[in-house]
């Protein structure tokens, strides 16, 4: 090796400090001025990949798509723990209003143009791309949503809206790759999907209860935290080793262990006592997450291919972060006449529609995991994909400067989400005491 010929490992080594580096800092950005963070990591990605080529993709496809897998673990775990049975009565169907109405008309918006335009007739990918990109991303939208001083249970509403949409989004996508990886007749589509669900059920409640009385008993102690999370990785590859769905399995074990006076009733009496979950055990979580999504957002970027693209592309790909805010914002303004929402906070709430994680990591799994044909359809978009997540990103970024003034806050999550004294949903409070949105 020599000064200005450094190996490929001091090279990886370089990239993943400035990643850490640059999310620290972006993520500050992001606190002050409400500006997303995706923006810049994957724009960092850009740079170290397409445009000066100091990664190559096919150094970090594989490694993208494990990130990626354990990055929608700790999403759908994390929606789990904020997911607040309770409130269900309160926001629960005006929240699953939105969020159908959002991601099934951005779905078919979205659909159309692919198939018109991105993908001409190639029907795998256009639905693909369709529902990859059609929910709104709680990791983008919720820090933003948190600071902008929503009263009454809008928060609630938001945060339930932005959690089913992400379970919507990636639900919809992995059982669709299934079906095409499965490549049979009924007799094996179905068990394909149906079976999974049942065993993930199944192991995201034994892993709950787990979570339970190993954090009732040990959470004080040194690497509990850690603990837990390997515990989440264990349920993940157990539901996924029997054909279930381990993602679903995620989700599952975050909403006991989030609503843990809720489902104590099926554990023994001597373990029903009730437990605040300490906070430096979320912490530990937050900070893999913080990596973990860091890491994937600037692979996105050096996977992002630079290719030409034509008159009616561009034209699209400017239109399409407008045209879906215009959509959602119909959707919300349909809701305020029937006394869903109030209808001076229409604007700003349809305002709140950013991409980024999770449908980056949705497309770029596909890809990793469809056979050849579909996953060069997939490839083919990849860049229009990127243009809508960042042009959404820009879109909100504005609506919210233009909205209101910044209002920095302390001490939020790794993926958007502030970070205090966490205890029992089922506790007292609207929020179950986690200082998180409750949803």
Do not use: C, K
Not at 29 to 45: A, K, N, T
Not at 210 to 219: D, G
Not at 308 to 326: M, N, R
Not at 415 to 424: H, L, N
């Amino acid at each position: 090796m020599t000064l200005f010929l450094p190996s490929t490992t001091t090279v990886a080594i370089l990239l993943l400090g400035a990643t850490v580096l640059l999310a620290f800092g972006s993520h500050a950005l992001e606190q002050r001025f409400r500006v997303p963070d995706v923006l810049w990591l994957i724009l960092f990605g850009l740079l170290a990949g397409p445009v000066f080529h100091i990664v190559s993709p096919a150094q970090i496809t594989e490694l993208g798509a494990i990130l990626g897998t354990a990055a929608l673990i700790i999403i759908l775990y994390d929606a789990g723990i904020d997911f607040n049975i309770r409130e269900l009565r309160t926001v629960g169907p005006s929240g699953a209003l939105f969020a159908f109405g959002s991601f099934g008309l951005a779905a078919l918006l979205l659909f159309a143009v692919a198939y018109g335009i991105f993908a001409p007739g190639d029907w795998t990918t256009s639905i693909l791309f369709a529902l990859a990109l059609a929910g709104v991303s709680g990791a983008v939208t919720l820090p933003i949503a948190q600071r902008l001083g929503f009263p009454g249970t809008i928060p609630s509403l938001l945060g339930l809206e932005f959690a089913i949409e992400d379970t919507l989004a990636i639900l919809s996508v992995t059982i669709l790759v299934a079906i095409l990886v499965t490549g049979g007749g009924w007799g094996e589509i179905v068990p394909a999907v149906v079976l999974p669900l049942p065993l993930a059920i199944a192991f995201g409640l034994l892993g709950g209860f787990a979570a339970i009385q190993f954090l009732s008993r040990w959470q004080n102690r040194t690497f509990a935290g850690l603990a837990t999370m390997g515990l989440l990785f264990v349920v993940y590859a157990g539901a996924e080793s029997l054909d279930g769905s381990g993602i679903m399995a995620a989700l599952v074990m975050g909403i006991v262990l989030g609503n843990d006076a809720f489902f104590r009733r099926w554990l023994p009496r001597s373990s029903r006592e009730i437990f605040a979950l300490d906070p430096t055990v979320r912490q530990v979580h937050n900070d893999i997450a913080f990596v973990l999504r860091a890491v994937f957002l600037v692979f996105l970027g050096i996977l992002v291919p630079f290719q030409p693209l034509g008159v009616v592309a561009i034209a699209a790909v400017i239109a399409l972060p407008i045209a879906l805010l215009l959509l959602r914002r119909y959707l919300f303004l349909q809701g305020a006449q029937r006394g869903r929402i109030p209808a001076e906070f229409v604007d700003r709430v349809a305002g709140l529609y950013g991409r980024g994680l999770t449908n980056a990591v949705l497309l770029i799994l596909a890809i990793d995991l469809l056979p050849a044909g579909p996953s060069a359809g997939l490839h083919a978009v990849l860049l229009p994909a990127f243009l809508i997540i960042i042009g959404t990103d820009i879109a909100m970024t504005v609506l919210v400067f233009l909205g209101s003034p910044p209002d920095p806050v302390a001490g939020r999550s790794a993926i958007g989400r502030p970070v205090a004294q966490y205890s029992s949903n089922d506790l007292g409070g609207d929020a179950g005491g986690d200082g998180f949105p409750p949803t």
